[in-house]
C-alpha cells in the first residue's frame, strides 16, 4: 500500500485542521492509522480506523477533539483535528496495517507514508 499524506499547517491554537492520506494498492482489508512524532520521540499513536468495520480508536490525548474517517470511494482516509493545542505540534504520518483488529502498535502498521507538519501557536 502507497500513503500519501497532506493537509498540514500552520493554526492558532483551538484552531481547526484536516489531514487526509490517500491510499493506493488494496486497502480494502487493511487498518488505517494516523501518528505523530515530534523532534527526539518515538512515533506516538493518535487514531486508527478499519477500512471493513469503520472500527475507530484514538489516544486519550486527542479524545473528543480529533476525528478519523474514511472516505472507500475515494480510498481516503481523514483526520479532522479540532480545539488544537500547542502541544499537538508534531509530524504527522498516516500508516496502514494490514491486520485485522484496529491498533494503537506502531509495530503492527506496515507501510507508511511521508509525514506532514501541524504546527499550533499559542
Known amino acids: 500500500v502507497q500513503l500519501q499524506a497532506s493537509g498540514g499547517g500552520l493554526v492558532q491554537a483551538g484552531g481547526s485542521l484536516r489531514l487526509s492520506c490517500t491510499a493506493s494498492?488494496?486497502?480494502?482489508?487493511?487498518?488505517m492509522g494516523w501518528f505523530r512524532q515530534t523532534p527526539g520521540k518515538d512515533h506516538e499513536f493518535v487514531a486508527g480506523?478499519?477500512?471493513?468495520?469503520?472500527?475507530?480508536i484514538y489516544d486519550d490525548s486527542v479524545k473528543g477533539r480529533f476525528t478519523i474517517s474514511r472516505d472507500n470511494e475515494k480510498n481516503t482516509v481523514y483526520l479532522t483535528m479540532n480545539s488544537l493545542k500547542p502541544e499537538d505540534t508534531a509530524v504527522y504520518y498516516c500508516?496502514?496495517?494490514?491486520?485485522?483488529?484496529?491498533?494503537?502498535?506502531?509495530?503492527?502498521?506496515?507501510?507508511w507514508g511521508q509525514g506532514t507538519l501541524v504546527t499550533v501557536s499559542s
Open positions: 500508516a496502514a496495517s494490514s491486520g485485522w483488529r484496529t491498533t494503537s502498535e506502531v509495530n503492527e502498521y506496515e507501510d
Open positions: 494498492g488494496r486497502t480494502f482489508r487493511y487498518v
Open positions: 480506523i478499519s477500512w471493513t468495520t469503520g472500527n475507530t
